[in-house]
């Protein structure tokens, strides 16, 4: 009898297990065309199958999503999914250099990945600044049973978009010509791909009585963003893919990377509309210091209503800074201890290329010619070696299961957002380098995590994360043009579990082959660590 129900049970498990667990199979052509998403720039852009943006991806806990992406572009592409850990899968984390070669023009490669997180993550190219042209999406991710209650939910991208294509910024930024370098450049604000300052362009709607999911993304190039609407309470229940305990706040800020979950509940009454503030603050190089560019929306109850005060009012929103530090994972994990120390500098100066640069340690990141997981599955014992792996891609090596406590601290006068892939860090300690101990905050036993921090001008952090991932995990700035000039690294996780468990996919190694890429060897190609005439520099020009 009991025998009976058992199997009964385990066939209706296995059934039940099976209709959870679907393939989601996406054909993307990625491609140029043209779009003005604000009305006063028509530009080219990238999207995918004939369609600018690209589609939101929807996916449940569990699902495999597989991507059989076709590059239709005249340069290399690639597809990251911010936020994943690619748990041994390290080759679709779509890294160009460090995971891939990057699917050359006229070819494809397929990303199969486990759905293994749920919460809010985005899509985007991992080439150069090439997202920053257009090629990025929500990615969202259903639990089965979400851990709070609401009965709508609204996906803001929100988004610094430029007038002209990133290559020509990144160019322009690399100059070597002080006067171009510091031209100044500004973006627009756009939400869901939509611009413009006119209020009524961009809407939210909702209904007295009902709960909302407002799921905010920072998808720019650069910039940060606050968000808040008048009148309304954010209840932050979300960051980067971690569900926190309830935090009331008036606004949230997000650094370009990362993602916010918050749920507002509607007003009763329909009397009134009222505004949102989704502001750009662009405390970017290039002269332009710490430019606000205000922009508005609707949050509409009736078309009918009167606003709530008109655009010329000054907000009602508070703009204290989002202390994300404080949050509170539902899901308690105690921080890792030490077992490496990783202190890192971040400094920008004109190296000795007569350009200016951004360096971790000094050291500022030039991808190597082998992508560092090719190297690390063809190096033999010789993978532990940072060495092989180019001294510009900056390797760190990690042993398996250490606990890793990378300290970073901003000399620079920006903010930056670092974002690890293949973990989330423990935010153990933030802030400001002075002397005084108020202005630093210390995390709970059970500090937030996430995969992307800002840390302001002039100020510090302190993150942990395990080395339970063995890949090729980069750390870098999520600004692309800050990544352009060289605010990266290369963590290399359990080199030789890397090797003990990978075989790459085929369509990686042609690739490879189809760009003249050696599929072998150190970061050059050669073997062990003959890397003649390697350029180790630029150099910072001062200081060294
Ligand atoms: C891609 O293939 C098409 C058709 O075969 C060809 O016209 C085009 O030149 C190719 N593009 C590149 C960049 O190789
Ligand atoms: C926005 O819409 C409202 C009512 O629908 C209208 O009164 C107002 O003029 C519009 N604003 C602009 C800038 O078009
Ligand atoms: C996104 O983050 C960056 C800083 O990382 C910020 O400058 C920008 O204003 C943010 N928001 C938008 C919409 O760009
Ligand atoms: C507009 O904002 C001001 C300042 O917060 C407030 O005193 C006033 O009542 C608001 N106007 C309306 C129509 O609510
Ligand atoms: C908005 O604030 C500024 C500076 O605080 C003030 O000068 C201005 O009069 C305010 N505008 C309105 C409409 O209240
Ligand atoms: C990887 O494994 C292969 C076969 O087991 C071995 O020949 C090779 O030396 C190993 N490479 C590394 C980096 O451990
Ligand atoms: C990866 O998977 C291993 C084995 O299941 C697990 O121990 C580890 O915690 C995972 N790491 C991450 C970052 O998901
Ligand atoms: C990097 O260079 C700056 C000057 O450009 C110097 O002050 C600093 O000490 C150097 N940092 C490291 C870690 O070498
Ligand atoms: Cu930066």
Redesign the pocket.
Known sequence: MSCFYLSSLLIYLALFSLALTKRVVLDWNIEYMTANPDGNNERRVIGVNGHWPPPVVHVDLGDKLVINAFNKLDEATTLHTHGF?Q??TNYFDGAASATECGIPPNSSYTYEIDV?QTGTFWIHSHYKAQYVDGLRTPLICHAPKEHYQYDEEKILMLEAWYYRESEAIANQLLSTSERIRTAPFLPHMLINSVGGSDLNKTKIRMTPGKTYRLRLLNVSGTGMVRFGIEDHKLSVIEVDGVDTEIKVVDNVQLSVGQRVSVLVTAKESVDYNYIFHADIFTDIQSGVARAELPFRGIVEYSPAAKLLNNTQTNSTVSWDFFQDIDLVPIEKIPAPGVHKWVPLEVHTSIFDDRREHLAFNNRTFEPPTVPSLITALTTGYQAFYPDVYGFKSYPIILDPMEDVEVAIFNLDVNSHPFHLH??NYFIMVRGTIDKNPKNRLAASKFPMRRDTITIPPKSYAIVRFRA??PGIWLFHCHMQFHNEQGLALTFVEAPFKINATTVLPKQLKQNCDIMGIPTQGNAMGYNGLDLPDEPRGPFPLSGL
């Open positions: 850990f748990n041994g293994a293949g973990h339970d991932n």
